[in-house]
């Protein structure tokens, strides 16, 4: 079954899957429950209400409140220095 968009008058668009005979007929809004008219989208590509949940526009900045501590140094003394941490 293909996945259609819809436009509810009062809460915007949505999306539905439903089969190809009830493509044209208004769907029910699952917020409202009014009819909603199906908009055109391009096939083979997500719709924009899906679309829109799945990215982030921008990755979130953390900020370190503490100083980090300086990285602790290995030494090594016996005579490989290959199996350092074996």
Known sequence: MPLYEFRCPE?????QWRSLDERNLPAECPTCQQPAQRIFSPPAILSG???LKQE????KLIQ???ERSPPRVKNHTGGRPWMISH
């Open 49 to 51: 209400s899906l679309r």
């Open 11 to 15: 809460c915007g668009i949505f999306d």
């Open 64 to 66: 370190r409140t503490e």
């Open 56 to 59: 982030a526009k921008e990755p």
